[in-house]
């Protein structure tokens, strides 16, 4: 990347190799250019209007070619380097005056997959925007064009006295903190996510994509501040702008921590990159380091996320671990005399709000990692000994626990979606020591965390056959005083006992040589750490200095030991804090693009020009195999119903109990069931299809027993883009759950499609747990850019949902035998649920024409003979949630000819309206467009050059009208003034206290009636 200065009027030009960001300010300062060269009168804002704009910025995104270069001044030449940039890190607003930071220098310390680099900054670069005040810096530098007209002797007006006052150049404080050796970056990735958020898709060519745009990932994103406005410049480009602007490098993000990755081989000879990517957290609300507990919003200090990657030829395993100060609130108090000077006395723990208050952050805190890892396990390695300030610590972390647990556990109004476990570890100083970081765990401590492993499993993933044998599906959260050297140590055993329970199932001995050097990794991480953390610990929650009285009365030779009650606010700190934006006078900047809102407008108003509709057909179906796979000759009767159209676009097919359950392992590595279903299903697709079309598994995945499989159309292959899938566990054990959800995302041309297969909780009587169910996945699949299940244009959410009839045995079995389905499905009670609103809202399912689906003798048209005698159920549906109904449902049905098991199979065929854009089309109009804009205010080089009053540029959007507020009736965003409020004119109108809800109404919807839905009072006596 390089960077180009028009001087005058000011513009900052970022270019790469194809594409070039035009960064202006509106209103910038001259304070030594141009004053003999120009008349210039339009200096900066004087009202308070226009100051109130001095954090607006313009920004324009064009290609490289567009731009005429040769007028430019080229920075990176003028700085003595003929090199590139590495990457810009955004715009800092510091005391009026917006700076342009970039990496100048990094060097590679971590490859945690093939092609994927991790590089720490060792330089940075920083340019004010919207004053010339530091240009002199690298104006004798300046390698400046002849048709600039500029003159060198221009940059000597400046005193000798205005040099020295910006000696050290803008915002040295920050240069020097960035450049410290802790913050690091990726060209590649963002540093901000994991490999399981990432996930496989681009393994073979690696792009950056932005991910850390959700609220857990942004307090690893140390540049949030100066990024913020460029991620949402970034959003309102289209997909493929999008694409071109983050290769770039125009977007980078950062963390600060540790990172590196070292060459090891396994027992086997198979060499393996082992890394160690540490990540501490900025979000909190005052201090970040040091001994303080949590904010309002459930951030702790002291919080570092570590994964921990091994990846080799043929696999690549991950782990994750957070830990933190105790997350409720409290800080430390320490008294200064001379008899407690040198005693552990003097040290007391405070709790400056109520124990409620304090529920509430430590709530939000579990809240927070339970939205990103699932359920939780608290590894507590707090003192136990009361007498002491940790173990009087430790006593309130446990009240708050044992709250948490009684009062959210068990109300099932206001349950969590999440389980959390909690073990005490207490790790004393000695023998933490003693044991030190070594190839061998000490065995008191990875006897019991080796159990606690095994529920959350590891994400492992086959790079043959590339498909997940496991996923991650909870964390471990380490709690210690200060978050290091324990919780460094625990860290340490956590993943070291994962590493070789993966390999003992993969059937490899991990070898001497890998838990050497994963040990030497922790003990680097521990040092690291311990480092960049001290030297920025927090000895206070303000921005103020100790008094000089409490300075005077300490000796020297004290002042290290008992820093934290005495020390002024270091500079260190002063520099997190304007990276950070949390002085007090710092706001964000807001960035203005004219030019492709313009064009982006227009766009949305002509979006019938080039978009149209098309049909795609879908079969769904789900199916409980009970662990069997028989019957492959009936296979057509089921996916090729009679009434099917026989040619399908998508085949979405999600089976449960494909395996036997257990709980055993840390990696399910029997992937040969889920091989052996694909194969059947693809061989009957493409042996059976009208049109002998052939079929591929775009996708697949595996959770315990639950599987789904994505089949599409070969020539439709080219339509799809975007495919990510999402595991979520809600039964007991590791990867082998019995319980949960596999889901896959895509983009059919340009709408959004989610297909869901689960599995929830058996038992007749467990219709609240289904319903936490339907709760915690809805919450749990997650997939990049935070969306979740609801956020898509189509869904189709399949799978044994094991809601039973609230009806006797006997009267079941009658009305099956009757076919009086709609009487049965009265009693239904997924449809009780979905009629409540409270499982599956807004969702629809078609008409049930067909007999329960459970239980069958297996082999057997017979329902269950056993000792239980289970009453027959629709345990297993399909149901269908769309924007703009753009999903219609044709057939709903079982498939009575499969047998094998005690389940029948249900499928559905639907066809899905797809927005299908026209990219020739719409490019030539884009193009039409950007030619309009230009004949109306000039071609981008000339408003570079020659426009110096930019202000016209924001008070389109400063200027707009809002609507009118919301009210009881009416909302902002109906249009057409529509209301807010479902009007029913029997119960609104003057006789609505005479009218009740009609008794005889039936509950099944479904059914035909003449009963009107109201009647009045005195017809119930009829």
Same mark, same amino acid.
Not at 721 to 749: C, I, L, P, Q, W
């Given at each position: 990347?390089?960077?180009?200065?028009?001087?005058?009027?000011?513009?900052?030009?970022?270019?790469?190799?194809?594409?070039?960001?035009?960064?202006?300010?509106?209103?910038?300062?001259?304070?030594?250019?141009?004053?003999?060269?120009?008349?210039?009168?339009?200096?900066?804002?004087?009202?308070?209007?226009?100051?109130?704009?001095?954090?607006?910025?313009?920004?324009?995104?064009?290609?490289?070619?567009?731009?005429?270069?040769?007028?430019?001044?080229?920075?990176?030449?003028?700085?003595?380097?003929?090199?590139?940039?590495?990457?810009?890190?955004?715009?800092?607003?510091?005391?009026?005056?917006?700076?342009?930071?970039?990496?100048?220098?990094?060097?590679?310390?971590?490859?945690?997959?093939?092609?994927?680099?991790?590089?720490?900054?060792?330089?940075?670069?920083?340019?004010?925007?919207?004053?010339?005040?530091?240009?002199?810096?690298?104006?004798?530098?300046?390698?400046?064009?002849?048709?600039?007209?500029?003159?060198?002797?221009?940059?000597?007006?400046?005193? /000798?006295?205005?040099?020295?006052?910006?000696?050290?150049?803008?915002?040295?404080?920050?240069?020097?903190?960035?450049?410290?050796?802790?913050?690091?970056?990726?060209?590649?990735?963002?540093?901000?996510?994991?490999?399981?958020?990432?996930?496989?898709?681009?393994?073979?060519?690696?792009?950056?994509?932005?991910?850390?745009?959700?609220?857990?990932?942004?307090?690893?994103?140390?540049?949030?501040?100066?990024?913020?406005?460029?991620?949402?410049?970034?959003?309102?480009?289209?997909?493929?702008?999008?694409?071109?602007?983050?290769?770039?490098?125009?977007?980078?993000?950062?963390?600060?921590?540790?990172?590196?990755?070292?060459?090891?081989?396994?027992?086997?000879?198979?060499?393996?990159?082992?890394?160690?990517?540490?990540?501490?957290?900025?979000?909190?609300?005052?201090?970040?380091?040091?001994?303080?507990?949590?904010?309002?919003?459930?951030?702790?200090?002291?919080?570092?996320?570590?994964?921990?990657?091994?990846?080799?030829?043929?696999?690549?395993?991950?782990?994750?671990?957070?830990?933190?100060?105790?997350?409720?609130?409290?800080?430390?108090? /320490?008294?200064?005399?001379?008899?407690?000077?040198?005693?552990?006395?003097?040290?007391?723990?405070?709790?400056?709000?109520?124990?409620?208050?304090?529920?509430?952050?430590?709530?939000?805190?579990?809240?927070?990692?339970?939205?990103?890892?699932?359920?939780?396990?608290?590894?507590?390695?707090?003192?136990?000994?009361?007498?002491?300030?940790?173990?009087? *610590?430790?006593?309130?972390?446990?009240?708050?626990?044992?709250?948490?647990?009684?009062?959210?556990?068990?109300?099932?109004?206001?349950?969590? $979606?999440?389980?959390?476990?909690?073990?005490?570890?207490?790790?004393?100083?000695?023998?933490?020591?003693?044991?030190?970081?070594?190839?061998?765990?000490?065995?008191?401590?990875?006897?019991?965390?080796?159990?606690?492993?095994?529920?959350?499993?590891?994400?492992?993933?086959?790079?043959?056959?590339?498909?997940?044998?496991?996923?991650?599906?909870?964390?471990?959260?380490?709690?210690?005083?200060?978050?290091?050297?324990?919780?460094?140590?625990?860290?340490?055993?956590?993943?070291?006992?994962?590493?070789?329970?993966?390999?003992?199932?993969?059937?490899?001995?991990?070898?001497?040589?890998?838990?050497?050097?994963?040990?030497?990794?922790?003990?680097?991480?521990?040092?690291?750490?311990?480092?960049?953390?001290?030297?920025?610990?927090?000895?206070?929650?303000?921005?103020?200095?100790?008094?000089?009285?409490?300075?005077?009365?300490?000796?020297?030779?004290?002042?290290?030991?008992?820093?934290?009650?005495?020390?002024?606010?270091?500079?260190?700190?002063?520099?997190?804090?304007?990276?950070?934006?949390?002085?007090?006078?710092?706001?964000?900047?807001?960035?203005?693009?004219?030019?492709?809102?313009?064009?982006?407008?227009? *766009?949305?108003?002509?979006?019938?020009?080039? /978009?149209?509709?098309?049909?795609?057909?879908?079969?769904?179906?789900?199916?409980?195999?009970?662990?069997?796979?028989?019957?492959?000759?009936?296979?057509?009767?089921?996916?090729?119903?009679?009434?099917?159209?026989?040619?399908?676009?998508?085949?979405?097919?999600?089976?449960?109990?494909?395996?036997?359950?257990?709980?055993?392992?840390?990696?399910?590595?029997?992937?040969?069931?889920?091989?052996?279903?694909?194969?059947?299903?693809?061989?009957?697709?493409?042996? $059976?299809?009208?049109?002998?079309?052939?079929?591929?598994?775009?996708?697949?995945?595996?959770?315990?027993?639950?599987?789904?499989?994505?089949?599409?159309?070969?020539?439709?292959?080219?339509?799809?883009?975007?495919?990510?899938?999402?595991?979520?566990?809600?039964?007991?054990?590791?990867?082998?759950?019995?319980?949960?959800?596999?889901?896959?995302?895509?983009?059919?041309?340009?709408?959004?499609?989610?297909?869901?297969?689960?599995?929830?909780?058996?038992?007749?009587?467990?219709?609240?747990?289904?319903?936490?169910?339907?709760?915690?996945?809805?919450?749990?699949?997650?997939?990049?850019?935070?969306?979740?299940?609801?956020?898509?244009?189509?869904?189709?959410?399949?799978?044994?949902?094991?809601?039973?009839?609230?009806?006797?045995?006997?009267?079941?079995?009658?009305?099956?035998?009757?076919?009086?389905?709609?009487?049965?499905?009265?009693?239904?009670?997924?449809?009780?649920?979905?009629?409540?609103?409270?499982?599956?809202?807004?969702?629809?399912?078609?008409?049930?024409?067909?007999?329960?689906?459970?239980?069958?003798?297996?082999?057997?048209?017979?329902?269950?003979?056993?000792?239980?005698?289970?009453?027959?159920?629709?345990?297993?549906?399909?149901?269908?949630?769309?924007?703009?109904?753009?999903?219609?449902?044709?057939?709903?049905?079982?498939?009575?000819?499969?047998?094998?098991?005690?389940?029948?199979?249900?499928?559905? /065929?639907?066809?899905?309206?797809?927005?299908?854009?026209?990219?020739?089309?719409?490019?030539?109009?884009?193009?039409?467009?950007?030619? $309009?804009?230009?004949?109306?205010?000039?071609?981008?080089?000339?408003?570079?050059?020659?426009?110096?009053?930019?202000?016209?540029?924001?008070?389109?959007?400063?200027?707009?009208?809002?609507?009118?507020?919301?009210?009881?009736?009416?909302?902002?965003?109906?249009?057409?003034?529509?209301?807010?409020?479902?009007?029913?004119?029997?119960?609104?109108?003057?006789?609505?206290?005479?009218?009740?809800?009609?008794?005889?109404?039936?509950?099944?919807?479904?059914?035909?009636?003449?009963?009107?839905?109201?009647?009045?009072?005195?017809?119930?006596?009829?």
């Amino acid at each position: 990347m390089k960077l180009y200065l028009n001087e005058y009027p000011r513009a900052f030009i970022l270019v790469s190799d194809q594409y070039a960001l035009i960064v202006r300010h509106p209103y910038p300062r001259y304070k030594y250019h141009h004053h003999h060269l120009h008349h210039h009168h339009h200096q900066e804002p004087t009202s308070d209007s226009a100051k109130s704009k001095s954090s607006k910025v313009i920004v324009e995104f064009v290609r490289k070619d567009s731009l005429n270069l040769s007028k430019y001044v080229d920075l990176t030449i003028a700085k003595g380097r003929a090199q590139n940039l590495s990457g810009f890190l955004g715009l800092l607003n510091v005391k009026d005056k917006l700076y342009l930071v970039f990496v100048s220098s990094a060097v590679t310390v971590a490859t945690p997959r093939v092609d994927e680099d991790v590089q720490k900054i060792t330089g940075v670069e920083i340019f004010c925007l919207n004053s010339d005040e530091f240009d002199w810096q690298f104006s004798k530098s300046f390698h400046t064009p002849v048709s600039s007209g500029l003159e060198d002797d221009y940059f000597e007006s400046q005193s /000798t006295d205005e040099k020295s006052s910006s000696a050290e150049g803008p915002v040295p404080s920050v240069r020097k903190l960035l450049s410290s050796g802790s913050f690091f970056f990726s060209h590649q990735f963002d540093v901000t996510s994991t490999i399981q958020e990432r996930g496989f898709r681009d393994m073979q060519s690696p792009k950056f994509s932005l991910m850390g745009d959700s609220p857990y990932q942004r307090q690893f994103m140390w540049n949030s501040f100066l990024v913020s406005e460029l991620i949402e410049f970034r959003g309102r480009l289209t997909p493929y702008e999008q694409i071109c602007f983050d290769s770039s490098g125009f977007l980078v993000t950062i963390t600060r921590g540790y990172a590196k990755t070292v060459n090891s081989t396994l027992g086997n000879g198979e060499e393996v990159l082992l890394t160690l990517i540490s990540k501490q957290a900025c979000a909190k609300n005052g201090p970040l380091f040091g001994d303080w507990g949590s904010d309002d919003n459930g951030h702790v200090s002291n919080f570092v996320e570590s994964e921990l990657v091994l990846f080799g030829s043929k696999f690549c395993l991950t782990y994750i671990m957070v830990r933190g100060n105790v997350p409720i609130l409290w800080s430390l108090e /320490t008294h200064i005399s001379k008899r407690t000077l040198a005693a552990k006395k003097n040290k007391k723990v405070v709790f400056p709000r109520s124990f409620e208050a304090s529920q509430v952050a430590f709530t939000k805190h579990l809240d927070l990692l339970s939205n990103q890892y699932g359920d939780i396990h608290i590894l507590n390695s707090l003192s136990q000994d009361t007498k002491t300030y940790k173990g009087k *610590l430790n006593i309130t972390f446990k009240e708050h626990i044992n709250y948490f647990l009684e009062h959210r556990g068990n109300d099932p109004q206001t349950a969590t $979606n999440y389980k959390l476990g909690y073990t005490d570890i207490p790790v004393a100083t000695s023998s933490m020591k003693k044991a030190d970081y070594t190839a061998v765990n000490p065995h008191e401590y990875s006897q019991s965390i080796a159990k606690l492993v095994l529920n959350f499993g590891a994400l492992f993933y086959d790079i043959d056959s590339r498909t997940y044998v496991g996923k991650q599906l909870g964390v471990f959260r380490v709690n210690s005083f200060d978050s290091l050297s324990k919780a460094s140590f625990l860290c340490k055993i956590i993943s070291q006992e994962v590493i070789e329970l993966a390999m003992r199932d993969l059937g490899i001995d991990a070898g001497h040589d890998l838990l050497s050097k994963h040990a030497r990794l922790w003990a680097e991480t521990d040092e690291y750490l311990r480092n960049i953390t001290i030297n920025f610990v927090s000895y206070t929650d303000k921005l103020h200095s100790s008094s000089a009285a409490s300075k005077g009365i300490v000796p020297s030779q004290l002042k290290k030991r008992y820093l934290h009650t005495v020390s002024d606010h270091k500079p260190g700190e002063m520099a997190i804090l304007k990276l950070l934006g949390a002085l007090q006078d710092q706001v964000s900047v807001s960035l203005h693009n004219p030019l492709h809102d313009y064009v982006t407008k227009e *766009l949305d108003r002509r979006e019938k020009e080039f /978009t149209s509709q098309r049909d795609i057909s879908v079969f769904a179906s789900t199916f409980n195999v009970n662990a069997s796979c028989e019957d492959q000759d009936k296979f057509k009767s089921w996916l090729f119903p009679p009434g099917s159209s026989g040619d399908y676009d998508l085949v979405f097919i999600g089976l449960q109990e494909i395996v036997e359950l257990t709980a055993s392992q840390m990696v399910d590595t029997d992937s040969l069931r889920r091989q052996m279903w694909e194969m059947h299903l693809r061989v009957c697709l493409e042996a $059976n299809n009208t049109t002998q079309s052939r079929y591929i598994l775009l996708w697949s995945g595996q959770l315990g027993g639950i599987a789904l499989f994505l089949f599409v159309k070969q020539s439709e292959l080219k339509e799809i883009h975007d495919v990510e899938g999402s595991f979520k566990k809600t039964g007991f054990g590791g990867v082998s759950a019995n319980k949960g959800a596999v889901a896959v995302r895509f983009n059919y041309s340009n709408t959004g499609l989610c297909l869901v297969a689960s599995h929830f909780a058996a038992g007749h009587g467990n219709t609240i747990e289904r319903h936490q169910n339907f709760k915690t996945i809805g919450k749990g699949i997650k997939f990049s850019k935070n969306r979740r299940i609801k956020d898509h244009d189509a869904v189709i959410w399949l799978g044994d949902f094991n809601y039973r009839i609230n009806l006797p045995l006997e009267q079941v079995h009658a009305l099956v035998e009757k076919k009086d389905f709609p009487r049965l499905f009265e009693y239904d009670q997924l449809n009780q649920q979905m009629a409540s609103g409270e499982s599956f809202p807004y969702f629809d399912e078609m008409e049930l024409r067909f007999k329960p689906t459970y239980k069958f003798d297996n082999g057997t048209s017979t329902y269950d003979t056993s000792e239980k005698q289970r009453i027959p159920a629709w345990t297993d549906r399909i149901l269908s949630l769309s924007r703009k109904k753009i999903i219609k449902q044709h057939l709903y049905d079982c498939s009575d000819e499969i047998k094998f098991s005690d389940h029948r199979p249900v499928y559905a /065929t639907l066809t899905v309206s797809i927005s299908v854009v026209n990219e020739t089309v719409k490019k030539n109009l884009t193009h039409e467009l950007y030619e $309009n804009y230009r004949k109306n205010y000039g071609d981008i080089n000339d408003m570079i050059v020659t426009n110096t009053n930019l202000s016209f540029l924001i008070s389109e959007a400063d200027d707009k009208v809002l609507p009118p507020p919301s009210s009881d009736t009416t909302k902002w965003w109906l249009s057409n003034g529509m209301s807010a409020k479902i009007t029913i004119p029997e119960l609104s109108g003057p006789n609505a206290d005479q009218f009740v809800f009609n008794p005889k109404y039936p509950h099944n919807p479904f059914s035909e009636t003449e009963e009107p839905e109201f009647i009045l009072r005195s017809q119930l006596a009829q």
